[in-house]
């Protein structure tokens, strides 16, 4: 099994910055791509941003130029610095990674269990 653990969430006034920070562990042979969804109340869970294992990047075009995703491979972490932050980014963030836990296994999709993001007015 492989365990996300997210961390970095709270509670930021409009403008503000905040940097989450996720950690992948358990039975890892290797990982594909790493990113970062949101869900809101009432909505459904959207992409923010996700990177590749060769470093591409796919942003949602709500966060282009505020937000940046990093990766520490070696580490099996990956990070979201978030900037100009505005109430319409509230949201509970959750880390996704696509794991290969074995040369032998498929690729599997895992999930943090989510950190909330309060952006106030």
């Known amino acids: 099994q492989v365990q996300l653990v997210e961390s970095g969430g709270g509670l930021v006034q409009a403008g503000g910055s905040l940097r989450l920070s996720c950690a992948a562990s358990g039975r890892i042979f290797s990982i594909n791509t790493m990113g970062w969804y949101r869900q809101a109340p009432g909505q459904q869970r959207e992409l923010v941003v996700e990177i590749t294992s060769g470093g591409s990047t796919n942003y949602a075009d709500s966060v282009k130029g505020r937000f940046t995703i990093s990766r520490d491979y070696a580490k099996n972490m990956v990070y979201l610095q978030m900037n100009s932050l505005k109430p319409e980014d509230t949201a509970v963030y959750y880390c996704?990674?696509?794991?290969?836990?074995?040369?032998?296994?498929?690729?599997?999709?895992?999930w943090g269990q989510g950190t909330q993001v309060t952006v106030s007015s």
């Open positions: 996704n990674a696509i794991v290969r836990s074995s040369w032998r296994d498929p690729e599997t999709r895992y």
